[in-house]
């Protein structure tokens, strides 16, 4: 819209869902919202961990966005709309069929036909299609298989382009981890048949053990106002090689059309974590965010997150101005519920989380602190709670379900400071003591939160947690500010 861009992530099991960027660069993004802000878009309640929202596909026509995605733990697709992409969005159109269908696009032919292409049939499935009524979320006949991809696993994340009066197939193969590849086909007829590109994969990054960047796919393409073509796609930065706890993140890489009509992704070399490229529009900064938050605001800033749908009771910011209060109930980490738990992604290797919290327990398995999440079966607390009568900071790890206490500390009266300093290889836990010393309680290896040891897509999130445990009400818990510190390391 405009000399803008957006852009729509996943969120899976947090809320609210989707979140959007804008930028005027394609290189420099700034948060700007959510496009699923209520429970009656969202709906979550015991949704598993790196299950609900999947892979939503934005696409602006004739001044409307249209957003359309599938909520995997309900098993269906739909799409919601807005004139502005800042604002509210609308309340969702659900895609009337009974068939398995995952990640779905939409593509507004210049004939007036709106087209929805999506995934189905599974790991060795394939690209469906039918004609919608954006009206109803009808389709106008049963989806009907278009292309079967080249042979790899998971033909999934399809989008349909016209360019040059030709139409464009993009799809990901060969699953979402390091095997992740883009192909491509072609076709005079958006039903096909599909040509596959004699250069597929026209990206893939496997095979390329110690490239920084892996697990390259799911791409979308964007068409400058120059009419430079760029895709955005995923990929993830594991810094020992093999795991990655970052979750998935979004890459920028340039496309050119050969002589043959056939797109080629970064002049057929694999992606790096810098590079230049031709075409791109002239360079916008935003101003840096601050890397404190105060909670001097109404409302929580868009880049913090709840556990699927929140109690709103259990959260304030009014109640104690310049405070972010929580109020425990007796779900914890541990559950597949919705605790007292705000948080935001790790998006850095090297980097510091801290916060100021006051908090008073009464009895044991009250808690409040700061945690690094993965999901209920692996995360790090570090908490403030009650041991054989005294007020004490402690340190547990939870991995692959087992829980264990690493390190303790008696703490007195009044505000504490917790903090996190992050490393690629592990966590280091700290409470800041009386005379201002920093006290060490313990380390823990990142590995144990990543995708490959605990599973899911949504990489680490630092939160700021609160429980009454069994006692089943819990004192207040007040944050002062949350601060993220990105290091070096």
């Not at 804008?22 to 429970?39: E, K, M, W, Y």
Request: charged share 20%; net charge negative; aromatic share 10%.
């Amino acid at each position: 819209m405009g000399a803008d861009y957006y852009l729509a992530t996943s969120s899976f099991e947090y809320f609210p869902g989707v979140p959007l960027f804008t930028s005027r660069d394609l290189v420099n993004f700034r948060q700007i919202g959510h496009a699923l802000t209520r429970p009656s878009q969202l709906p979550l309640t015991g949704a598993k961990s790196s299950a609900g929202i999947f892979a939503p596909t934005l696409r602006f026509h004739d001044g409307t966005f249209y957003l359309v995605t599938t909520n995997m733990s309900e098993g269906r697709s739909f799409f919601v709309t807005a004139e502005d992409p800042e604002g509210e969005w609308s309340e969702p159109t659900f895609v009337a069929e009974s068939d398995f269908s995952m990640d779905p696009s939409l593509f507004f032919d210049d004939d007036g036909k709106v087209y929805y292409t999506r995934h189905g049939g599974g790991e060795r499935g394939g690209v469906y299609q039918a004609e919608i009524d954006l009206g109803t979320g009808a389709l106008k006949e049963k989806a009907r298989l278009v292309w079967s991809g080249t042979g790899g696993i998971w033909p999934e994340g399809p989008h349909l382009y016209k360019i040059s009066g030709t139409y464009y197939l993009l799809i990901s193969e060969g699953g979402t981890s390091y095997g992740h590849a883009l192909t491509v086909a072609r076709s005079g007829s958006p039903w096909g048949p599909f040509e596959p590109c004699p250069h597929n994969p026209i990206l893939t990054h496997q095979g390329r053990a110690g490239h920084p960047i892996q697990a390259t796919g799911h791409a979308d393409l964007v068409e400058t106002a120059s009419g430079a073509h760029f895709i955005v796609l995923l990929g993830i930065r594991p810094p020992d090689g093999a795991h990655h706890h970052l979750g998935r993140e979004t890459f920028l890489a340039p496309v050119t059309f050969e002589a043959d009509g056939w797109p080629r992704v970064n002049g057929g070399r694999p992606l790096e974590l810098e590079m230049t490229a031709t075409g791109l529009p002239a360079e916008h900064r935003f101003p840096e965010p601050s890397r404190r938050d105060d909670f001097d605001h109404d409302r929580l800033g868009c880049d913090w997150n709840f556990l699927r749908n929140p109690e709103r009771r259990c959260y304030s910011t009014s109640e104690r101005p310049g405070y972010l209060r929580l109020f425990g109930t007796p779900a914890t980490l541990d559950d597949l519920a919705s605790p007292a738990f705000v948080g935001r992604r790790q998006r850095h290797h090297g980097v510091r989380a801290a916060t100021r919290l006051e908090f008073a327990p009464a009895v044991s398995g009250q808690e409040a602190g700061l945690v690094v999440r993965a999901n209920e079966e692996n995360h790090y607390d570090l908490i403030v709670t009650m041991a054989d009568g005294e007020r004490v900071v402690r340190l547990r790890t939870r991995v692959k379900g087992v829980s264990a206490v690493v390190g303790e500390s008696v703490v007195d009266p009044g505000p504490v400071t917790l903090s996190v300093e992050a490393t690629p290889e592990e966590y280091s836990f700290f409470v800041d003591a009386t005379d201002g010393r920093q006290v060490l309680l313990g380390r823990a290896p990142t590995v144990p939160l990543s995708s490959e040891a605990a599973g899911g897509f949504t990489g680490a999130y630092f939160g700021l947690y609160a429980t009454a445990g069994s006692s089943g009400s819990a004192p207040v818990a007040d944050f002062d500010w949350f601060e993220l510190t990105p290091r070096r390391g």
